[in-house]
């Protein structure tokens, strides 16, 4: 494609984004399928330029008053993915000078709103619980994530996994902490390997794999993935019964389950009954009540641990949405841990990074549920072979410790997960 044409095209796609009525993916998604003569390199641009726009969104919106044409073409030039000379190709002379100004600019004499790029409600919770580790958190996000594997136990060792993904010149690490993950260099066409298609491997962030593991769910048991979405975790619990006993992926989205089904299909899994229900007290949750042996609440939450991956989520969230969220989790973990046995364990997560989705949701159910004991994370992880288990978890009230996973310490997504046993 020409450099004018992809220009204007990422320009297109900006504005589309910035319109914030959708996910950034999905308008990333609908663009490409409106415009299938997209190579693979052009995508690439296209996706890579809106994402670091997302990313110093605040920054640019400084830069942007100073240059001409419509605002979307300017961000879009800021923050074009691409070679230098490619880029200005495409540009006047009038926009040549404009970005050698802007590249002049010193970034660390700007005020801080231009350097971190958060919305300043999120700011202050995440200064008051990192202090000096702020701006290193900031770092990451805008960074961007790697991509993490977890290898299907049911069928695969990682070693062989990670050789016969070597044999492809792909390059695959083993996670630091998850036994069963794999990190690759690069974005490569996974999706086309011969281990992809038979299930030997999944798409899955080490951080969300370690979640599933603080079900630590067991052969023969009945258990619960009671927010189960695209099913992620619920084919690694699955793999870890062994394809046996009983496993129910509930959502309140039939759409999200419909995409576990590919992925259960390749999994080889037997054991799993995808359902979906209309809320959390739905009649089928009721019938099971008291009969389950584990529940992973993976509760629907602000997604803000997940900023690496969805820069958008910063833009389209404010505190008002968080506090209503927090009702919803409220009213799920209360719901879900009626599903437990005596002895039954409980696990509540959430993708965020503040404490009122997190450590304050996990505290009042613990003060409003005697009869569920808290479990130290970190203990439940040691013991299932998870190197430096204890320097992924903190916090915690009467001796109790959580998982919390941040980008810049784990290089996971953040992550949370407080775990209970029913007496």
């Not at 830069?63 to 300017?74: N, V």
């Not at 200005?88 to 231009?114: F, G, I, P, Y």
């Not at 549920?369 to 970190?378: Q, Y």
């Amino acid at each position: 494609m020409h450099p004018k044409a992809l220009l204007d095209a990422c320009s297109e796609l900006v504005r589309l984004t910035l319109k914030f009525d959708h996910p950034a993916d999905a308008i990333v998604s609908r663009f490409f399928r409106d415009n299938r003569g997209l190579g693979p390199r052009e995508r690439a641009t296209l996706a890579e330029t809106v994402y670091t726009v997302l990313r110093k969104k605040q920054l640019f919106d400084h830069y942007a008053p100073s240059g001409s044409g419509p605002k979307e073409r300017r961000l879009a030039i800021l923050g074009f993915y691409g070679p230098g000379d490619f880029l200005r190709s495409a540009l006047t002379d009038q926009e040549k000078n404009w970005l050698d100004q802007c590249e002049k600019v010193n970034v660390a004499d700007l005020m801080e709103r231009h350097r971190h790029n958060l919305p300043e409600w999120l700011v202050q919770p995440l200064k008051d619980q990192l202090g000096d580790e702020f701006w290193p958190l900031v770092e990451s996000f805008n960074l961007g994530a790697g991509l993490d594997l977890r290898v299907n136990a049911l069928n695969s060792k990682r070693a062989d996994v990670q050789k016969e993904l070597a044999q492809l010149g792909i390059k695959a690490l083993p996670t630091p902490y998850s036994p069963l993950g794999l990190r690759i260099a690069g974005k490569p066409a996974l999706n086309k390997t011969e281990a992809f298609t038979r299930g030997a491997f999944e798409v899955q962030d080490e951080g969300s794999q370690l979640l599933a593991m603080l079900l630590d769910a067991k052969r023969g048991e009945m258990v619960v993935d009671f927010c189960a979405g695209a099913g992620g975790k619920t084919l690694a619990i699955g793999a870890a019964m062994r394809s046996t006993g009983r496993l129910y992926a509930f959502d309140t989205s039939g759409h999200r389950l419909d995409a576990l089904k590919p992925r259960l299909a390749r999994s080889g899994l037997s054991n799993v009954h995808p359902a979906a229900i209309a809320h959390e007290r739905d009649d089928r949750v009721k019938r099971l009540s008291g009969k389950i042996d584990r529940v992973l609440v993976d509760a629907p939450c602000s997604g803000l641990g997940t900023l690496r991956r969805n820069p958008d989520l910063k833009w389209r969230q404010n505190m008002q949405a968080v506090d209503e969220m927090t009702v919803k989790q409220t009213a799920i973990l209360q719901s879900a841990a009626r599903l437990l046995k005596s002895g039954g364990r409980l696990v509540y997560a959430t993708c965020s990074v503040l404490p009122q989705e997190n450590e304050a949701i996990a505290q009042a159910f613990s003060a409003a549920n005697p009869d569920f004991m808290p479990l130290e994370a970190g203990d439940v992880l040691a013991g299932l072979k998870v190197e430096s288990a204890a320097s992924l978890c903190s916090g915690g009230e009467g001796g109790q410790r959580y998982l919390r996973l941040w980008p810049h310490r784990h290089k996971t997504d953040g992550f949370f997960a407080a775990v209970w046993q029913k007496n």
